[in-house]
């Protein structure tokens, strides 16, 4: 794997650590949350995180989060 290609790898993955942790802290799980996979493919690709599908339940919790955190 060329190092262009382990640092979109390494920082896709990093990501979507980072955004599972900060989801937990404010008690949201997304079970879908993960890497694009098609997202690698091609000669220009940039790696994408897939916030996938959640139910209405999270999806207000979510929008809870981000207003409480646009008021900081």
Known sequence: MSSHIQHH???VH??????RSALKDNGITLPSL?????????SYAVPLVA????NTTTARKLAEALRKAATR
């Open 14 to 19: 990093d990501c979507t650590e980072l955004l």
């Open 51 to 54: 916030l996938g599908n959640c």
């Open 9 to 11: 790898h390494d920082e």
């Open 34 to 42: 993960g890497i694009d996979l098609p997202g690698f493919a091609g």
